[in-house]
């Protein structure tokens, strides 16, 4: 443990959007003490941001983290061709890897669903942005009827997507796919992602079409409604926008907009799985006492 037995020590991996966001957010954690955000450029913006804010940086990536422990929680905020390497680095060290990039490895987590139990695990996968956003709608949807086709449009600001982010789109959608089915059922999935170039910027928007049988539609919207209930405790800025039930069919589109901290209110696909990363180091910071 870090040596305030009060707050869990923590690393941010990628000085880039979302980890520089992960970092205001873990300023604001009474459960957590950042002790390094590491880069692999000195000059980045977010290193000379971070040491200006009064941390501890280095460019020198994964071994600079290693070096730094025992650190009891890291953010990989880096990419997904990276970040097999990371976990590699960090296995024998003890420390839980919380990953942000689309790889699909580690134990897929969203909060309100199995975030409970992330005490049991040292390797937590956050599935996508979209991912985080959907599963929470479909997993209650799949509580009251029988999906057989679930079909997710995620739709961003391009201005919000860093270049890890593009380079990293087949993973997030493979990925993304892959976590709906495990959460409900569904074997027939599609996953699509827009980047809008619209100014002004549009906010994080998915839309998701669900075809079942056995749709109870007052079950469905009251497991909606407690699914957003719980989603916006730690992102305040999801809504469920539009719902409609109709006989083997059911249609709900979610906007999350960022609220707080330096992201713009676009920005809310960067805010919610940031969000659900520090609320699941909380959850373990409480596990471990």
């Not at 789109?169 to 976590?179: E, G, K, R």
Request: glycine share 10%; charged share 20%; hydrophobic share 45%.
């Amino acid at each position: 443990m870090a040596a305030d037995e009060q707050r869990l020590c923590v690393a941010v991996l990628g000085a880039g959007l979302i980890g520089m966001d992960l970092v205001d957010k873990i300023r604001r954690s009474a459960k957590l003490e950042l002790a390094l955000v590491a880069g692999r450029d000195r000059d980045s913006l977010g290193l000379r941001r971070a040491a200006g804010m009064g941390h501890p940086t280095s460019a020198g990536g994964i071994g600079a983290v290693v070096e730094a422990g025992p650190i009891d929680v890291v953010f990989d905020a880096t990419s997904a061709d990276s970040h097999a390497d990371h976990w590699e680095a960090l296995r024998p060290t003890g420390t839980t890897l919380i990953d942000l990039t689309p790889t699909g490895l580690g134990t897929v987590t969203v909060p309100g669903v199995n975030g409970r139990r992330v005490a049991a695990y040292r390797h937590l996968n956050l599935i996508s942005c979209g991912g985080q956003a959907a599963v929470p709608v479909l997993y209650a949807i799949a509580k009251s009827c029988t999906p057989t086709y679930i079909e997710v449009v995620s739709t961003g600001a391009s201005a919000s997507a860093g270049r890890a982010t593009r380079l990293n789109l087949d993973q997030y959608i493979a990925t993304t796919s892959a976590a709906i089915r495990t959460f409900t059922g569904t074997r027939d999935t599609k996953v699509m992602v827009n980047l809008s170039p619209a100014r002004p910027a549009p906010p994080f928007r998915v839309a998701m079409t669900v075809l079942a049988y056995g749709i109870r539609p007052a079950s469905v919207r009251t497991n909606i409604a407690k699914a957003a209930q719980a989603v916006r405790a730690y992102a305040p800025g999801f809504k469920v926008t539009s719902l409609a039930v109709e006989p083997g069919r059911i249609s709900v589109a979610v906007e999350v907009t960022a609220s707080g901290g330096r992201l713009p209110r676009h920005a809310g696909s960067v805010d919610i799985i940031n969000a659900a990363a520090v609320l699941l180091a909380e959850q373990s910071a409480a596990a471990s006492r």
